[in-house]
């Protein structure tokens, strides 16, 4: 029987959660260390020689490792072609680069300000680090101009590369559901017609679900 995946981090980090909800979406088998950050164990020379910006997500299959959770997203699909959904990463050099395309979107265009907006809002009260109100008012209007681009893609299609649910829709569950189940700022997703559709069923997925109970659990 073959090893389970590693994965090394909390389930509360988004990056983390990127990782965990595609490998449920293509039912492969993983186990997830542990790493506790407020002792810095992501800090220590073990942990650099897996992910040596001393960050998570770091992983392992068998004799490899990798890290950045888009990249290993993309390395579960191809490895892992026949389990799970088989699309969930395209099938041909079209529907990949348009799925690229949006991965990229995600994490240029999408990520900078949501993520601002999750560590202001969602942690740093957590945290008893002190708001930075302008710079939440800058990330939320940087966000809503990214939105209304979103808003236009998602009423020409039903996910962000086309017909199917893909990478790239899922990359962007792990900031949307902070904002929206965390934050005050859930209006700049629900408040768009196409936007709102589209969270509601992204974040309906079993996948997803099983990450967010995992995160409970955490
Ligand atoms: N681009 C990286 C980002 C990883 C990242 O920012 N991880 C955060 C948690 S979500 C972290 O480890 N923060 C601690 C630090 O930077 O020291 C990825 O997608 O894997």
Known sequence: MATPVKVYG????????????????????????????????HKKPEFLKLQPFGQVPAFEDESISIFES??????????????????????????????????????????PPSS?????????????????KVLIRQNEEKLSKVLDIYEKRLGEARFL??????????SHLPNTQYLVSGTDKGNLFTSRENVGRWWDEISSRDSWKKVVDLQKGA
């Open 70 to 111: 888009r990249a290993i997203c993309r390395y579960i699909c191809d490895k892992y072609a026949d389990k799970g959904n088989k699309g969930l990463y395209g099938t041909n050099p079209l529907a990949k680069a348009s799925i690229d395309q949006w991965i990229e979107a995600e994490g240029q265009s999408f990520n």
């Open 10 to 41: 909390p389930p509360m980090s988004t990056a983390v959660s990127r990782v965990l909800a595609c490998l449920y979406e293509k039912n492969v088998e993983f186990e997830l260390i542990s790493i506790n950050m407020s002792k810095g164990e």
């Open 161 to 170: 590369a086309g017909d199917e649910f893909s990478l790239a829709d899922l």
């Open 116 to 132: 601002t907006l999750v560590f202001q809002l969602a942690f740093a009260p957590r945290m008893n680090i002190k708001q930075d």
